[in-house]
């Protein structure tokens, strides 16, 4: 369950090293997990020049990490794709929005359906290191290239990708207001549509002030929005000590963790925003009650996993937050399920 930290400054070349290779290390991750067959995921490979075979516990985590996030991702482009209406075309048949922040090689996109890619925008953000590897991986594979839009132009010096219903940005996330929204707005970003907000391992690598800022403009900027988060927890045990000094140990700090160190403060941060409706719930306890039991029969097949006391350990330090500002149309179909 490795970490990805977001589109950031960095005050040095080893800090800039740092970043980027928390990005290898989540695309290995989910590599390993769809090689062995845990995940459906065909794109990711592209994304990974050195494969390993992660250990059982590892695969296991990044599948309830790539469940969580795709239920809600694929729920919320379903219930926008029923609601578009089929004579429409061009702009108007775009009524739904995601936005991934700290995307990193995240394949999300390419793995919705046709028509679910073409009822919503979809705007990925990370800083330029990371968005022109993305776009360069992209553009060669002939197999991923076509599924991007017609319109799709590689511009800002290949850092970027630009057309109607897919935009890789490159930005700064502290720079949210001033330069992020700017780069959303240009590329047709539209506050009064049904936008869902994707975030793993990312808001918690900022400092609170930075973090609280985007859920701030979000809070007072889009009326009809949702987010699903996937950050670490329980910083003060034993084990949040040493996956805080593994990560120090890198380079990586992670900001935020004590100002939201548990489920009830992670959910609260919406709350207290004046959000419909939050909801966190930990890794293990996902695993338990959102995957059904034919699922993990499943994935008993493919390893045996005999590290059960160790994964939950593990897992109890990480956790979904999914939060919504209305109860309004397609949050309440999308992320009935969730909360």
Request: proline content about 5%; some cysteine.
């Amino acid at each position: 369950m490795e970490n990805r930290a977001p589109g950031r400054r960095s005050p040095n070349n080893n800090s800039d090293a740092a970043v980027q290779e928390t990005s290898n290390d989540a695309a290995v991750s989910r590599e390993s997990a769809a090689r062995l067959g845990y995940i459906d995921d065909p794109w990711i490979g592209s994304f990974v020049k050195y494969p390993q075979r992660r250990a059982p516990l590892i695969n296991r985590g990044t599948y309830s990490r790539f469940h969580g996030i795709q239920c809600a991702l694929k729920r919320f482009a379903e219930a926008i794709h029923s609601t578009q209406e089929p004579q429409t075309a061009g702009d108007a048949s775009v009524i739904g929005q995601v936005v991934v922040l700290g995307a990193g090689m995240d394949t999300s996109f390419f793995l919705l359906p046709e028509k679910q890619r073409t009822a919503v925008r979809f705007f990925e953000i990370d800083f330029p290191d990371i968005t022109a590897k993305k776009a360069a991986t992209i553009w060669r594979k002939r197999a991923l290239r076509s599924m991007l839009p017609a319109d799709t132009a590689v511009v800002a010096g290949g850092t970027e990708l630009h057309s109607n219903t897919f935009n890789l940005l490159a930005a700064d996330l502290r720079d949210f207001e001033s330069t992020v929204v700017p780069k959303l707005h240009s590329r047709g970003f539209d506050s009064s549509r049904p936008t869902l907000f994707i975030s793993e391992c990312v808001l918690i690598y900022l400092d609170p002030e930075h973090s609280d800022a985007i859920l701030d403009w979000i809070t007072h900027n889009v009326p009809s929005a949702g987010i699903i988060t996937y950050e670490q927890i329980l910083p003060d045990d034993r084990f949040g000590q040493m996956m805080i000094e593994n990560l120090r140990s890198r380079g990586l700090e992670l900001r935020g963790l004590h100002a939201y160190p548990t489920l009830e403060s992670t959910a609260q941060r919406f709350l207290s925003r004046g959000w419909h409706t939050a909801r966190a719930v930990d890794l293990a306890d996902y695993h338990d009650t959102c995957v059904e039991p034919s699922e993990r029969e499943r994935l008993a097949r493919i390893e045996f996993l005999d590290e059960w006391e160790e994964f939950r350990l593990l897992a109890r330090h990480y956790a979904f937050t999914f939060a919504c500002t209305s109860d309004s149309h397609p949050f309440t179909t999308a992320l009935k399920y969730l909360l």
